[in-house]
């Protein structure tokens, strides 16, 4: 008696998860709004400067931000196939003052520290037009 009360039950449908990012969550990365509102992604798009400097914002330490990923794992991580394309990435951030690579002697990795938005150096062909452009294209001012 009781198994037919269950079997003639209609099924209930699964409900939708409409759970928002979780606040507290500690495997997330942090990039500077700078880094797009200034337009270095906009430029560097085609040298894959963000892929780069994606993976070194996933693996800086959140006090000191330094970070020792390896080339390995700057290409497996951003998808990079050529480990000429991570070198020239790190020396334009490197450049750009975004980041200051402290080259390590050996087989360790060398040492990545952020930097903070105060010391990038602005660049002569990214000016508001170009951030514009950028924003327009991307959809960035939808929001």
């Given amino acids: 008696e009781q198994i037919s009360k269950y079997l003639n039950k209609p099924l209930d449908k699964p409900k939708p998860r409409t759970l928002a990012r979780c606040t507290g969550k500690k495997t997330r990365f942090y990039i ?3 880094f797009h509102m200034l337009g270095y992604a906009a430029k560097y798009r085609k040298m894959s400067l963000v892929d780069v400097y994606c993976v070194l914002a996933k693996y800086a330490n959140a006090k000191s931000q330094t970070c020792f990923p390896s080339y390995r794992l700057i290409m497996q991580e951003s998808g990079l196939k050529n480990r000429n394309s991570v070198v020239k990435a790190l020396n334009k951030l490197e450049e750009l003052n ?7 002697t050996g ?6 520290l952020l930097q903070d938005t105060s010391v990038w150096v602005k660049e002569k062909g990214i000016t508001d037009d ?3 452009r950028y924003q327009t294209h991307y959809g960035v001012d939808r929001f």
Avoid: A, M
């Fill in 32 to 34: 500077d709004n700078e």
């Fill in 107 to 112: 087989r360790w990795p060398n040492k990545y």
């Fill in 130 to 132: 170009t951030v514009q």
């Fill in 98 to 104: 975004i980041v200051k690579i402290l080259h390590s």
